[in-house]
């Protein structure tokens, strides 16, 4: 059985969580800290990072990499689209989530919550420059490519609308509120995809680990 190791509020985390309820694969858990890592965790993630993955001697780090593995290892429930350029398009989607989207709305759940946690100040200036610029810039790119209430492609979840959905639901547990009037088409996106089942339990868990 697959042991993933990481907190289950990163979004790369739940990526990666995801991807293996979506597939029916049973896993293992193992809440582990960025700043407060098991001894020897270098060896299954170099970079100190989470998630990383287990599973007998083998080990991998990334969640873009272990979820590649997962859909070769548990071809059920594929997570990517047929065709090739589906596919590569997808990748784009989940390299812009995992990058440009999750900087900018992971400030105010950095700030609100990951730094309090870390007996560090809240910085609202941070937060209101995030929310004046940064969100905004990656906003208006999501916008554009959302298709509104659906999933990107082949009307089924995929890789790319777990990607894209993830750092949203840290930006809401981070106090920042998507505005529907300006992002029409996100904002029908993001509560089309929470909607599915597998992203109602699994946010489920989360408040019942956090005690909410
Ligand atoms: N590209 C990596 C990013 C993982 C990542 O940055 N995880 C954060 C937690 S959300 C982390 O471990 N940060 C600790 C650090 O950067 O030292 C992935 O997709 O897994």
Same mark, same amino acid.
Request: charged share 25%; aromatic share 10%; net charge negative.
């Given at each position: 059985?697959?042991?993933?190791?990481?907190?289950?509020?990163?979004?790369?985390?739940?990526?990666?969580?995801?991807?293996?309820?979506?597939?029916?694969?049973?896993?293992?858990?193992?809440?582990?800290?960025?700043?407060?890592?098991?001894?020897?965790?270098?060896?299954?993630?170099?970079?100190?990072?989470?998630?990383?993955?287990?599973?007998?001697?083998?080990?991998?780090? =990334?969640?873009?990499?272990?979820?590649?593995?997962?859909?070769?290892?548990?071809?059920?429930?594929?997570?990517?689209?047929?065709?090739?350029?589906?596919?590569?398009?997808?990748? /784009?989607?989940?390299?812009?989530? =995992?990058?440009?989207?999750? =900087?900018?709305?992971?400030?105010?759940?950095? $700030?609100?919550?990951?730094?309090?946690?870390?007996?560090?100040?809240?910085?609202?200036?941070? !937060?209101?420059?995030?929310?004046?610029? !940064? !969100?905004?810039?990656?906003?208006?790119?999501?916008?554009?490519?959302?298709?509104?209430?659906?999933?990107?492609?082949? $009307?089924?979840?995929?890789?790319? =609308?777990?990607?894209?959905?993830?750092?949203?639901?840290?930006?809401?547990?981070?106090?920042?509120?998507?505005?529907?009037?300006? /992002?029409?088409?996100?904002?029908?996106?993001?509560?089309?995809?929470?909607?599915?089942?597998?992203? $109602?339990?699994?946010?489920?868990?989360?408040?019942?680990?956090?005690?909410?």
């Amino acid at each position: 059985m697959p042991k993933i190791y990481g907190a289950i509020l990163s979004p790369y985390v739940r990526k990666v969580l995801l991807v293996l309820e979506a597939k029916g694969v049973e896993y293992e858990n193992q809440q582990v800290f960025p700043g407060a890592l098991p001894e020897g965790y270098e060896k299954i993630s170099p970079l100190g990072k989470i998630p990383a993955l287990q599973e007998g001697d083998f080990s991998l780090s =990334d969640s873009t990499v272990i979820n590649e593995y997962l859909e070769e290892r548990y071809s059920q429930h594929p997570m990517f689209p047929v065709g090739t350029q589906d596919r590569a398009k997808a990748r /784009w989607l989940e390299e812009f989530a =995992d990058t440009a989207l999750v =900087d900018a709305l992971l400030v105010p759940f950095f $700030q609100r919550i990951v730094a309090p946690m870390r007996g560090l100040e809240t910085d609202n200036d941070a !937060i209101a420059k995030a929310e004046a610029k !940064i !969100i905004p810039k990656a906003l208006a790119y999501v916008e554009s490519v959302v298709p509104g209430a659906d999933f990107l492609f082949e $009307q089924r979840l995929t890789i790319a =609308d777990i990607a894209l959905v993830s750092p949203f639901i840290n930006a809401e547990i981070g106090g920042y509120q998507l505005d529907a009037e300006r /992002w029409p088409k996100t904002a029908a996106y993001v509560a089309f995809v929470r909607g599915q089942d597998i992203i $109602q339990a699994r946010e489920a868990k989360e408040k019942a680990l956090l005690g909410q």
